[in-house]
C-alpha cells in the first residue's frame, strides 16, 4: 500500500532563500514533484511555459478557477497566481510529494483544502537588510519595484505564525539541513506509513504460529 | 525566552531495542534527560536506586500516587511503575527535553497530560523471531520469564498505532538516525522557537526603520 504523498510548502518573502532551497531539495530527492503555478503575469526574458510557470490569459486563469480546477488562487501586484489541482491530486494518489513555493494565501488555502497532508514551513531573512541586499543583487529590478517587495515582504512576515515549522535562514546550508531533517521525520510519522498495518498483521501472525 | 522541554515518549515491546536507542540519544544530547521511573518491583542484581529505577515500596508508591506527584502509573506483572511528576516539570520550563522509556499505558496517560508538549514514538521489532532471539540473548531470564514478556509484547504491539512516529528497528543505527532526525525536526515547530516572537519583533522594527 502506497502512502498518500504530502504537500511540503515553502513561503517566506522574496529573498528569503526560499527558491534556492526548493531547488536544493529538489535535487537531493528527485521523486519529489515541485508544484508549477498559473500565473497571469507575462513571462520575463527566460521563462519557459509550464516551467517557472503555466502562463496563462485572465480569462483561461478564470475559467479554470470557475470550474475548481485551482487548489488556491490569489492575486498579488495585480496579476493572480494559482496552483492547479489536478497534478497535485495525482501525486499523491501516486505517492508522491509535491513542494509548493507559494505565499502566506497561497499556502492557508492549500491548508484549508488538505489538512493533514500539509506540511509547512516558513524560511524567515536573518535580517532586513540582508532582504534588502539579496533583492538588490538580483539586479533586476527597478527601486520601486523593489520597494514594493519590501512592502510585500513585511506583510509576508506576519504569517509567520500559521506555519508548522520555521526556519531562520542564516546560512543556506543549515537550513537546507533541516529542510531535509523536517521532510524525513515527517515521512516517518506514522499516518504516513501505512505499510505498517500489514506488517504489524505479518508480527501478530508470527505470534500466533509460536 | 526559553522553549518549554518536550517529552519524548519511546515505546516497544521489551528487546525491539528501545533501551539502546534511548541510551544513544542521551549520549548525542546531554542535555537531554532521562525520566527514572518509580517501580515497587525489588531490584536486580547491579540496579542502583535512582539509576534504573526509584525502588520504593508499596505504602510509599501509594502516597506518591493520592498526591498526585505520579505523571503516570501502572501495573505490571503485580509490580507498580509510575513517572515522578516533579522532575518532569521541572525540565519543561528549564527548557530541557526529557525522555521516557514507558509502556503504551504510561504513555497514554502522558499524553493525556501533557498534550502538545509530547512527541510519541514507537519502535517495532523486525520480526517476533528477532524479539524472541535478543530476549534469550539476554541470558537472564527463564523460559516462562520470557514467555509472560512475549505475551506482553503482543499487548504493547496492538498500540503502535497511537504513537506519532513508528520505526521500525532493523538497524539500529538507521533507526538512531531517524531518532535523531524526529527530535531535531520537532525542535523546529513553531510552538517549540518562542524567541521567534522576538525575532519576528525585531525584524519589524527594521522595517519601521527604513
Chains 1, 2 share one sequence.
Do not use: C
Not at 506555519?163 to 543556506?172: P, R
Amino acid at each position: 500500500m502506497t502512502r498518500r504523498g504530502l504537500l511540503l510548502i515553502l513561503s517566506s518573502p522574496s529573498g528569503a532563500g526560499k527558491s534556492t532551497l526548493s531547488r536544493m531539495l529538489m535535487a537531493w530527492d528527485p521523486t519529489m514533484r515541485f508544484s508549477v503555478s498559473a500565473t497571469t503575469r507575462k513571462p520575463r526574458p527566460g521563462e519557459v511555459d509550464g516551467r517557472e510557470y503555466w502562463f496563462r490569459s485572465r480569462e483561461a486563469f478564470q475559467a479554470m478557477v470557475d470550474q475548481g480546477q485551482m487548489l488556491e488562487h490569489a492575486e498579488v501586484f495585480g496579476n493572480f497566481y494559482g496552483s492547479p489541482r489536478a497534478p497535485v491530486e495525482a501525486a499523491m494518489q501516486a505517492g508522491t510529494d509535491t513542494v509548493f513555493d507559494i505565499d502566506w494565501q497561497g499556502g492557508q488555502q492549500v491548508k484549508q483544502a488538505m489538512r493533514g497532508d500539509v506540511v509547512s514551513i516558513f524560511i524567515l531573512p536573518p535580517s532586513i537588510a540582508e532582504l534588502d541586499r539579496r533583492l538588490r543583487t538580483r539586479g533586476q529590478d527597478s527601486d520601486e519595484v523593489i520597494a514594493g517587495r519590501m512592502a510585500k515582504s513585511r506583510d509576508e512576515i506576519s504569517h509567520w505564525a500559521e506555519y508548522d515549522y520555521v526556519l531562520v535562514n542564516d546560512d543556506v546550508e543549515r537550513s537546507f539541513d533541516n529542510l531535509k531533517t523536517i521532510l524525513t521525520a515527517e515521512r516517518l510519522k506514522r499516518e504516513r506509513q501505512p505499510q505498517l498495518s500489514a506488517f504489524v498483521r505479518a508480527l501478530n501472525e508470527e505470534f500466533e504460529a509460536r
